[in-house]
């Protein structure tokens, strides 16, 4: 059992078994994490995720109608 510290990128996706090599000999490990925060892959930020995004970008159907109520149609 190890605990470490690492850097990851939440934008990829992650790892959960890693390959480790000895001479003689190779064995894959589970990795497990205590905490992963929460990533929105829509706006790239940390702290909330894609459901909850304020960001996100407007369904085709809001870009159609926002289009309508610019050129003056009801």
Known sequence: ????LV???????IL????V???GFVIYV????DRLPDYCS?????GHVNSSCKVQKP????VRK????GNGAP
Not at 7 to 13: D, F, H, W
């Open 1 to 4: 059992f190890a605990r470490v």
């Open 7 to 13: 850097e990851i990128n939440l934008a990829e996706s």
């Open 16 to 19: 959960n078994h890693l390959l």
């Open 21 to 23: 090599e000895r001479e």
């Open 30 to 33: 589970t990795l497990y994490f």
């Open 42 to 46: 829509l706006c790239h930020y940390i």
């Open 59 to 62: 369904s085709d159907e809001a």
């Open 66 to 69: 926002s289009k309508l109520v």
